[in-house]
């Protein structure tokens, strides 16, 4: 397995291993390149975690995890439960202690916290970052990597500070949302941004991802990342957009590397 090592003085991101936050509608094989070769590339184990998909089960063959066996994975494990006291459990999370990766599929972020969140399965997660492990998601696998749920209402997913509001926290201080730009999305974080003035907002859009190391996170795909703060918002400047090859500094709130703007 690679391991990425992030300063320990990181604030916003991890401060071992690497996230992929990606803004749902992945279809550009860059994006699941680059998480095999995060991970360690094809010899690696990755978990594939489809519960926010909601079926009522996930046979172990699931046509889910196809996409990394067409990236040359060949050890990819459906892990899936909607009972928080079975995800609770040593033997339930014990495949994770072997993981070099783990990705959640896309759906309803609220599943994936009414299953996992501070469960056996949290912890486990928590620990594969820090011996540098690498955890991804598309959509509603993206979301739950945030501190804060966006759009994690069971009525609604227009509901962008619903019954739900506590993520995974692999983020800290952030609120994450998804298919940014594709769905016109782009002002519905300033809501949560106004209400909790500490969180930074991200949204990213469809076909693209967020590379995120420590507190340094780099654009690829298709597609533009925004980024919210109280400040900007205050000052009547509601976004930044990120490019794809541009990396930006979640704690300073700077781009750092300019890449290659459109």
Not at 95 to 116: H, N, P, T
Not at 194 to 219: C, F, H, M
Not at 233 to 239: E, S, V
């Amino acid at each position: 397995m690679l391991v990425v090592l992030a300063a320990r003085s990181a604030e916003v991101g991890p401060e071992n291993g690497t996230l992929v936050v990606v803004g749902g509608a992945a279809r550009s094989s860059e994006i699941y390149d680059k998480f095999v070769e995060l991970a360690g590339g094809p010899e690696v184990m990755i978990v594939v975690i489809p519960t926010a998909g909601g079926q009522k089960r996930y046979p172990t063959d699931w046509a889910g995890l196809n996409v990394f066996h067409s990236h040359g994975v060949t050890n990819v494990v459906l892990l899936h439960t909607y009972d928080r006291k079975e995800a609770d459990t040593a033997e339930f999370a014990a495949v994770l202690k072997k993981a070099d990766a783990v990705w959640f599929s896309g759906g309803r972020q609220w599943r994936l916290a009414d299953s996992y969140l501070n469960t056996h399965v949290h912890r486990e997660l928590d620990t594969l970052l820090k011996r540098g492990g690498v955890i991804g998601g598309s959509s509603a696998g993206a979301t739950i990597q945030g501190s804060y749920l966006a759009r994690g209402d069971t009525k609604s997913n227009t509901i962008m500070m619903g019954d739900h509001e506590e993520g995974l926290g692999f983020l800290k201080k952030v609120a994450i949302d998804q298919h940014l730009l594709a769905r016109n999305r782009q002002f519905d974080l300033i809501e949560i941004i106004k209400a909790k003035p500490e969180l930074l907002g991200i949204g990213v859009d469809e076909n693209t991802a967020l590379i995120v190391r420590g507190d340094v996170a780099e654009v690829i795909g298709e597609g533009y990342v925004a980024f919210y703060r109280q400040e900007s918002i205050a000052a009547g400047r509601p976004f930044y957009l990120v490019a794809p090859g541009q990396r930006y500094h979640l704690k300073q709130g700077r781009v750092i590397t300019r890449g290659r703007r459109r």
